[in-house]
Nanobody
Framework: QVQLAESGGGLVLAGGSLRLSCVVSGRTFGCYAMGWFRQPPGKEREFVAS????????VYAESVKGRFTISRDNANNTVYLQMISLKPADTAVYYC?????????????????WGQGTQVTVSS
């Protein structure tokens, strides 16, 4: 059974930083791309960042470029999302997801396993 467990969310002031982690079990983590998505209050889920299976390639939503960094540790089955210069608009439930293949994707349907989400709240 594949499981994804996010952690690291919380309440932070605007301009602050957080690092989200997602541990994957039940799957050969290093064989698949990973992604982060988020769902702001009252809005649809949206793409945030994706990283290829060995970490050589990354892609980001325009809204987070230069502020968020996705990385992975294949030895520990973990993907990270480092977030700096946080804004109130970044408030959302953040989800990690494991892709169907090795390459990055901005499309939610290209991910077949999802975590339960972790809340990030940025106050002004």
């Amino acid at each position: 059974q594949v499981q994804l467990a996010e952690s690291g969310g919380g309440l932070v002031l605007a301009g602050g930083s957080l690092r989200l982690s997602c541990v994957v079990s039940g799957r050969t983590f290093g064989c698949y791309a990973m992604g982060w998505f988020r769902q702001p209050p009252g809005k649809e889920r949206e793409f945030v960042a994706s990283i290829s299976w060995r970490g050589a390639s990354t892609v980001y939503a325009e809204s987070v470029k230069g502020r968020f960094t996705i990385s992975r540790d294949n030895a520990n089955n973990t993907v990270y999302l480092q977030m700096i210069s946080l804004k109130p608009a970044d408030t959302a439930v953040y989800y990690c997801a494991s892709a169907v293949g090795t390459t990055t994707s901005t499309i939610a349907s290209r991910y077949n396993y999802w975590g339960q989400g972790t809340q990030v709240t940025v106050s002004s």
